[in-house]
């Protein structure tokens, strides 16, 4: 494998380019079809970037415990290695998120920045992670994209509404009245900046405003990664969603709540 082909790092990088700022700035203004969201009340998606164990053998439980599922984006290329930050989820355990009603989402094969890759590139790399999955379990076939480390590029977000369903970024917000379908936005769980009651103003957005809140962690332990968040943060959260009356759902079953069309 040549250091092009070599799977990346997979924690956001410490610090971003200019042109990493302009190519997502650039596509975040982009002109691309909008859609308008029907939802009739409030809805939370919560995902999982990258997928590492104890997204899978901890947050998934929990989400269950309540009757939720959730979306877990992962890069194919990443099945089951060891990084500074955790151990990535193998192939067994994302078959089994899948047999246990979650999404499985796309996130590139190599995680390498989408913004740098041309087209056909990038394409050939959506089409490798599909088929990687196929070979997981019968019928994965994902819909939903992550960007890696969230950054979007105009090139790359023209292609992805030609290959998936909706794109999520890494940028703070509430999803709301006209959306971008590729250049959704989250909010990070991440343990050392988040407190349960951090959440509070912002749950209380997503429903004055009959919103959609994407939520977006790592790993899930006592001792998180800087992108990650203890379980404890985690169960109140999930707390306070269900007090605040929030459906839950992943991300595919959301488009479908917002009357996004399917391909």
């Given at each position: 494998?040549?250091?092009?082909?070599?799977?990346?790092?997979?924690?956001?990088?410490?610090?971003?380019?200019?042109r990493m700022r302009l190519s997502h700035g650039l596509a975040r203004h982009f002109p691309a079809p909008r859609h308008v969201m029907r939802n009739p009340a409030p809805l939370v998606s919560i995902t999982f970037d990258d997928v590492p164990e104890?997204?899978?053998?901890?947050?998934?439980?929990?989400?269950?415990?309540?009757?939720?599922?959730?979306?877990?984006?992962?890069?194919?290329?990443?099945?089951?290695?060891?990084?500074?930050?955790?151990?990535?989820?193998?192939?067994?355990?994302?078959?089994?998120?899948?047999?246990?009603?979650?999404?499985?989402?796309?996130?590139?094969?190599?995680?390498?920045?989408?913004?740098?890759?041309?087209?056909?590139?990038?394409?050939?790399?959506?089409?490798?992670?599909?088929?990687?999955?196929?070979?997981?379990?019968?019928?994965?076939?994902?819909?939903?994209?992550?960007?890696?480390?969230?950054?979007?590029?105009?090139?790359?977000?023209?292609?992805?509404?030609?290959?998936?369903?909706?794109?999520?970024?890494?940028?703070?917000?509430?999803?709301?009245?006209?959306?971008?379908?590729?250049?959704?936005?989250?909010?990070?769980?991440?343990?050392?900046?988040?407190?349960?009651?951090?959440?509070?103003?912002?749950?209380?957005?997503?429903?004055?405003?009959?919103?959609?809140?994407?939520?977006?962690?790592?790993?899930?332990?006592?001792?998180?990664?800087?992108?990650?968040?203890?379980?404890?943060?985690?169960?109140?959260?999930?707390?306070?969603?269900?007090?605040?009356?929030?459906?839950?759902?992943?991300?595919?079953?959301?488009?479908?709540?917002?009357?996004?069309?399917?391909?």
């Amino acid at each position: 494998m040549s250091a092009a082909e070599q799977p990346q790092e997979h924690s956001k990088p410490e610090r971003i380019g200019l042109r990493m700022r302009l190519s997502h700035g650039l596509a975040r203004h982009f002109p691309a079809p909008r859609h308008v969201m029907r939802n009739p009340a409030p809805l939370v998606s919560i995902t999982f970037d990258d997928v590492p164990e104890t997204a899978w053998h901890v947050g998934a439980p929990m989400l269950e415990a309540r009757g939720w599922r959730g979306t877990f984006y992962i890069a194919t290329s990443l099945f089951g290695q060891t990084t500074p930050h955790w151990q990535v989820a193998g192939t067994e355990s994302v078959s089994d998120l899948h047999r246990r009603g979650h999404e499985v989402g796309l996130h590139s094969h190599f995680h390498r920045p989408a913004w740098g890759m041309n087209a056909g590139a990038f394409a050939r790399e959506i089409a490798l992670s599909r088929s990687v999955f196929a070979e997981i379990a019968p019928g994965l076939r994902p819909a939903n994209f992550a960007y890696p480390y969230g950054i979007a590029g105009v090139v790359q977000k023209s292609v992805l509404a030609r290959h998936v369903r909706s794109s999520r970024t890494t940028d703070d917000g509430v999803n709301a009245g006209t959306i971008d379908p590729q250049f959704l936005r989250t909010v990070m769980l991440d343990w050392s900046r988040r407190e349960p009651s951090d959440f509070d103003a912002i749950l209380a957005e997503t429903v004055q405003r009959k919103g959609w809140l994407i939520l977006t962690t790592h790993d899930v332990t006592d001792a998180p990664s800087p992108y990650g968040c203890t379980p404890a943060l985690f169960s109140a959260l999930l707390d306070r969603i269900a007090a605040a009356g929030i459906t839950v759902d992943t991300v595919e079953g959301a488009l479908d709540r917002i009357g996004l069309p399917r391909g």
